[in-house]
């Protein structure tokens, strides 16, 4: 008993180290976005006289009235939801071709992965040159410009610039959907190969015996199967796409009327560049708590599986 | 299986994976030719086209702007990746071989702050390094990424030792071995993968990362991404020292990608939470 | 055996590492830290020059150019405001005269007043007086500006407003008329590269002055003008008319993209502080053969100005290196080491106009006439809240073109930061 004792005193000193260190950066900090989220800090002379004058909740209220906040969680809705959709189906398909290890798979799987390996600052700089749309009809640019090379001028638009919208989705959104997915489709299609190389290949065999189509297979036996790690996929892009500030900072800023705006890029004007401390620590506590909602779950439940 | 499918479908499934592959390669094909060619060549309106004759002048360009950032980034991801390797291992170590009470509980919210946004810290985190002294600096940027890589490499390392089995080190025990010889001698050894995979993810990582980046950093100490945006937001540089720029940033990850492909693969699943 | 070799390795790496950091820290007998964000085009080889300049007067000074690049100073100023709050200010440091310096660094008490050493040094009344009240607080200077800017200016190809029969306008409505006259003739009116969204901003504020005047513009950051009165929304109505005019893609754009449309012959006007003029003499361009300006219309008589300034910190390590750094950029040598390179002109009076090209000497003669009011786009009239507060508002304005919707956050967003 004593020895036991001993032992769990040098685990815990042993961690120690990470232990202190998480607990202030960590909880410590949140806490203390919290703190100021709360106090009147949106000028630099009350931040400056560290005024404790408690708000309340006065800066999330007015921060849920503001029109650029909305559009910033109809941006993230969206974003979020059309970016999950066409990783899923694009990394599916790719990974259900590439598991029957076609000739030259293994260099295709390989491709498909690489923009993993990229950060979103080099992703950004490259896509806004491509969909930087010109000036249209007769100076397009980027993609635009390719398309009028190869005679198909209807498909030319106005891209990220494109001030449009359609049930609260800023169509300039697309373009930088396309840019995320490129980068993680990828990532799907890795994570459902590995489970479909798992899968008991007579258990297939047994269903096209019976006489299963193709279709059937996949929505009767794979996807159920692939159900845990598909939805692994979506919470870790979910989290991406709540994360997305560098893509978006280095490809479109916040663009016209915020079109392209994501909350993380509001929170990093707001902090570093306007001095609106308080309204900065509000959105990203929001974020916080969109991420909690997400993941809190989603732990619990795998921790009760082991 | 390959052999029971038609004609027709290889054909359809090989057009698909074409054109995805092209999907993939448009960024990087612009990429490449655009910084390949020369200052006089570079044109809105051949952006599309091949250079006509290869020139490295952008590359010249781009690398004298941006290498003393590629050594910032160097300076910072090799220790950050290290220490946050190592002690990720011990507390890996510690959490699935010697737990105690509360471990479990204390493993959940050590994982938590792999979860959240880091704007929900950033703040109180720049006003606290400023306070002790490291704002602005390398050691200050190494010390923010070993700390939040803490939760994911902790991760990595509790997910493969867990796969030790405990029999080993019950019997370590009675051998006399302690918590500390157990480590060295038995799991250290066997740890030699994890380890590559753990460098890879983080190493790619911190690389990669620009929020920390971009709010820590002053000129002196700004890594390569940082650089990177500042080069391509002033558009008095010319396309082919940006993309050229852009290559420089990228290179390193994508050869630990082309070198270490399988590892890599290997932590972007650890890294996702066990499916 | 591995493991003590990478943690050996490690820890050779972080002690080579603090040595390199705490070396350039170590404090030398004599230095200065200069900080600024002037990295890049001329401005980084004039600062060199001063620099140049400084270590002949004082060899023994060593300087420490502290600069952070990015975002056009955005980035340096969130660095400065950290160390300014930590209480590890640079000895002197690069800020916009006005708003940027007054109400965050001068208000909350973290600067020394300087006025005595102007009058020291004897260099007071050489300075455009207006100029210098916009750094002063409670009746005491607070910073030297070396140089200026203007931001209500507009330049235009000279070839492309030929070519179309189009005079250089006299005021807002034969602005406009000649705007839709080159809309017809297929080339973009005037172009615009808002992504960085100030570029906007910087053209209301030009439309402010041209309806309220330089009295009723000054007066909405004193206090002697309401932010509702008329002369704003009608200012809001003059952008909004103008903004149907320029190019669609204005929003994924630099200024400097903007300018190039300009200097390409694709478009006949643009909006765009003085910066653009040395911009555009490195595309090739020569002041007065290719291209003319005048200010915006209506605004004449009235310098927008946006001044770099530098000060000294309240508790800076060398207070006395400091101040031989700001009388060597007070000095009317240090001025015109500068501003020639720089592109812009001095904030002393009594400056070399040989050396200053055809634009500069013309900016040099309104600059001692004009009645000179901030820039709002670039710090100088209201605090930064306000400023991005503004910004969001022309943003969001551009598209929806509600007038009154802006009119009225326009207020809003006034009774927040400024009164």
Redesign the interface.
Known sequence: MKRKHKESLTSIAILSPSIITLAIFVYGFISRSVQISMLDWDTFANFMRKAKDYVGLENYISLFTESRFQTDLWNTLYFTLFFIIGCLAIGILLSLILNNKPRGGYFFQNLYLFPMAISFVVTGTVWRWIFAPGRLPNNPRGINLLFEQLGLQNLQWGWFTSTNSFLGFNVALIAVIIAAIWQYSGYTMAMWLAGLRGIDQQLIEAARIDGASKWQIFTKILFPIQKPITLSAIIVLAHVSLKAFALIYAMTGSGPNNVTDIPAVYMFEATFRSNRYSTGSAIAIVLLMMVGLLIIPYLVNSFKEE | MDDKMTTQEKITRYAVLIVFAIFFLIPMYVLISTSLKSFSEVSINTMWQLPSSISIEGFKEAFAKLAPNVLNSFYLVIPATLFSAILGSLNGYVLSHWKFKGSDTLFALILFGMFIPYQSILFPLVQFMQTIGLYGSIPGLILVHVVYGLPITTLMFRNYYQDVPDALTEAAKVDGANIFSIYRHIFFPISIPSFVVVFIWQFTNIWNEFLFAVTLTDTQSQPITVALTNLAGSQVVEWNVQMSGAIITALPTLLVYIIFGRYFIKGMLAGSVKG | M??RK??L??IL??VA??F??SF?AMAQNGEVEIFSWW???GEEEGLNALIELFNENYPNVEVIN??????AG??A???L???M??G?PPDSFQVHGGAELV??YV??G?MEPITGLLEEWGVKDKFNQQILEMSSYEGEYYSVPVNVHRSNIMFYNKAVLEENNVEPPTDLASFKEALAKLDEA?V?PLSLGD???WPATQIFESLLVSTLGPDGYNGLWNGNTAADDPAVREALVHFNDIMQYV????????W??AT??MHEG?AGFNIMGDWAEG?MK?LGWTPGEEFGWMPVPESEGTFIVITDTFGLPKGAPNPENAKKWLKTIASVEGQDTFNPIKGSIPARLDADKSKYDPYLTSAMEDFAEDTLSPSIAHGSAA???F???LN?TI??F???GDVDEAFENFQKNHEE?VQ
């Open positions: 591995l493991f990478s943690m390795l490690s790496l972080m590492l603090l390199v950091s350039s990295t890049g085009g502290a600069t952070v690049a990015g975002g955005s980035n100023k969130a660095v405001k950290t160390r709050v930590g590890n109400n965050t208000e909350t973290l297929g973009v992504t960085n969204k190019n669609e893609d204005h929003s994924a754009l630099t400097q993209d190039q449309i694709e911009y490195t605090p930064e809240g400023i991005t507060a969001d943003n969001e551009i598209t929806t930061y």
